[in-house]
């Protein structure tokens, strides 16, 4: 099983700043099968970026992801007062689904 | 309007059973695998189980293997997960989520609200 990091627990920032989130794999996620959630209290997540750089549908452009291999991003160009949330990573390659645990962005 | 909505949680004794049911509108159902996750209190996400659009293949994550089961209605456009020999570390939200594709291979772009199963005597 892949096994998902996410750094850091806890992120805290200004609205205006730039949030950068990571996710490391325990081995190679294939063909980038690595996808974004954002989840806010009390709400199912929501779906940000799959194939670990496409945007969903709807999502503003300041959610940006990259990466390959083991190591993957998501950025937030300039946080909004909406996007104060907890961010999750999930891998889906071979039939085999992980989560990491999570990193919450809270406000400074 | 695209649409999950669950239902068919509430309280159940260890050891026993419950069946959760998550309704889908707004598109075609019988098009896309579909996922069930869940989200114990103040936890974090994880995977329970998968099926295919037409229901002929199964996934489950290991510690609910034999335990549940998932499965669909393509003629009433439902999911279902039948929970057994359930235990006090399935509490959690259960959510039901769309995958991207017909096979389960991508992401999961549409989630319903979710129901809470509590496991108590």
């Known amino acids: 099983e892949i096994v998902l990091t996410q750094s850091p627990g806890t992120l805290s920032l200004s609205p205006g700043e730039r949030a950068t989130l990571s996710c490391r794999a325990s081995q190679s996620v294939s063909s980038s099968y690595l996808a974004w959630y954002q989840q806010k209290p009390g709400q199912a997540p929501r779906l940000l970026i799959y194939g670990a750089s496409s945007r969903a549908t709807g999502i503003p452009d300041r959610f940006s992801g990259s990466g390959s291999g083991t190591d993957f991003t998501l950025t937030i160009s300039r946080l909004e007062p909406e996007d104060f949330a907890v961010y999750y990573c999930?891998?889906?390659?071979?039939?085999?689904?992980?989560f990491g645990q999570g990193t919450k962005v809270e406000i400074k | 309007e695209v649409q999950l909505v669950e239902s068919g949680g509430g309280l159940v004794q260890p050891g026993g059973s419950l069946r959760l049911s998550c309704a889908a509108s707004?598109?075609?159902?019988?098009?896309?695998?579909m996922h069930w996750v869940r989200q114990a209190p103040g936890k974090g996400l994880e995977y329970v189980s998968a099926?295919?659009?037409?229901?002929?293949?199964?996934y489950y994550a290991n510690s609910v293997k034999g335990r549940f089961t998932i499965s669909r209605d393509n003629s009433k456009n439902t999911l279902y997960l039948q929970m057994g020999s359930l235990r006090a570390e399935d509490m959690a939200v259960y959510y039901c989520?769309?995958?991207?594709?017909?096979?389960?291979?991508?992401?999961?772009?549409?989630w319903g609200q979710g129901t809470m199963v509590t496991v108590s005597s």
């Open positions: 999930q891998q889906y390659g071979s039939f085999r689904w992980t």
């Open positions: 099926i295919s659009s037409n229901g002929g293949s199964t």
């Open positions: 707004g598109f075609t159902f019988s098009s896309y695998a």
């Open positions: 989520a769309r995958d991207r594709t017909g096979y389960p291979l991508d992401a999961f772009d549409i």
